[in-house]
């Protein structure tokens, strides 16, 4: 049996969606892209919303509209994919990393505030793996500060934090679409902003510096930014699945609790108190993490690590360096790579696929136990408690 680490849920509606963006002879951004802008509104409850071509450029362009750039520092999470401090560094902002919390891996408040400057511009979490950080502590800090947050919400739409959806909190919410998220277009970004002055920065950075198209006279300077109603069309129909896609993840998610409950050496991240959940990947905390990652992917199992802390990366060697932090100061977003796996958590997922991924990984420690896997032997985990 294989089991994939991601597969869009894409069938003949979505098929059937772009259809009309040929009949119709529109695929530019147009009518689909409007009716998907007011969706999303409507299901975030947000006041503004502008797309990006991806989630990467989402960011880089809410940063851009909120006015951070040279000289500027941008606190974000030592845990998150590398893309939230790229968009940091490419409007010529300084990321600041933050260690994150050892029960869900969010922005760790403390670590947060033990790092801001004079010229901390933002605060940006990454709601990580589908559920929404501490927004009511970072707020507070943030408010305490006179500093904006910015919030990457890419992997959170949908989720909300006490009936608040993820990237209504701050200045800018920035989301992407890209193909393992709970709602895809393939590639795709979004923006959304309760401030009108930000909205009309989106607007204006996005399109060539102007209002619209249909003029070529541009008051200021822009990009094009903008999306396609073929993606738009494909976007709809997803939003339109997204309640089914999440009871499905969740579904899978219980599985794998079931499964797995009996199994000492692994463990479930924490939910954090107040969010809601909407599994990006059913994760993991496992003994010999590495270890059983090869083991599952030899039975063609595709299991993922966590994402690479950010002071690690080599791209940012320099920035560390300058900022002068050490590795110790990030113990748990270390841990969280070595001892963290992202088991799937796709729609479709069937529950033989979750069944045979638990029975690979009891055998696993199984095999350890009795001594048949030479040179591996078991430690305790730190205590990451279920939930
Ligand atoms: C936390 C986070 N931020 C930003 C991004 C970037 O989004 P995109 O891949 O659409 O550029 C991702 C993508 O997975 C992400 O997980």
Redesign the pocket.
């Known amino acids: 049996m294989k089991v994939p680490q991601v597969q869009p849920w894409l069938g003949l509606d979505e098929y059937e969606a772009i259809k009309s963006c040929f009949t119709d002879n529109w695929v530019t951004e147009g009518p689909k892209s409007s009716e998907f802008r007011a969706r999303l509104l409507e299901l975030t409850g947000a006041e503004f919303g502008e797309f990006a071509p991806?989630?990467?450029l989402a960011?880089y362009l809410a940063l851009m509209a909120a006015g951070i750039g040279h000289g500027d520092e941008v606190i974000v999470p030592d845990f998150?994919?590398i893309?939230?401090a790229n968009a940091v560094a490419m409007v010529g902002a300084t990321p600041v990393f933050a260690d994150v919390t050892s029960t869900n891996f969010q922005l760790d408040i403390e670590a947060c505030e033990s790092r801001i400057t004079r010229r901390t511009k933002a605060i940006m979490p990454?709601h990580m793996y589908g559920m929404v950080s501490n927004m009511d502590a970072i707020m507070k800090l943030a408010n305490r500060h006179g500093i904006m947050v910015i919030e990457?919400a890419?992997?959170a739409l949908g989720v909300n934090y006490y009936g608040k959806h993820a990237g209504t909190f701050g200045k800018a919410g920035c989301f992407?679409f890209?193909a393992d998220k709970a709602v895809t277009t393939g590639?795709g970004?979004f923006v959304i902003t309760d401030d009108p002055e930000v909205a009309h920065n989106l607007k204006f950075l996005r399109n060539q510096g102007r209002e619209d198209r249909g003029s070529f006279i541009h008051p200021e300077i822009g990009f094009n930014f903008r999306m396609t109603d073929i993606h738009a069309a494909i976007g709809l129909t997803q939003l339109g699945k997204l309640p089914e896609a999440k009871r499905r993840k969740l579904q899978a998610l219980q599985w794998f609790k079931n499964g797995l409950a009996d199994v000492e050496e692994v463990h479930f991240l924490t939910l954090e108190p107040g969010s809601e959940r909407i599994p990006f990947r059913t994760c993991i905390i496992a003994e010999q993490a590495h270890e059983l990652m090869k083991y599952m992917d030899a039975r063609e199992i595709q299991a993922r690590t966590f994402f690479y802390p950010l002071h690690k990366q080599p791209a940012f060697l320099k920035i560390v360096e300058e900022s002068g932090v050490t590795s110790e100061e990030f113990p748990n977003s270390t841990y969280a790579y070595d001892h963290g796996i992202c088991l799937p958590a796709f729609p479709e997922m069937s529950e033989g696929q979750v069944n045979y991924t638990i029975d690979v990984i009891k055998d696993f420690y199984a095999r350890i136990s009795a001594w048949v896997l030479p040179g591996l032997r078991l430690h305790t985990p730190r205590k990451i408690l279920r939930s």
């Open positions: 991806n989630g990467t960011i998150t994919f893309a939230t990454a990457d890419a992997q992407s890209f590639e970004g």
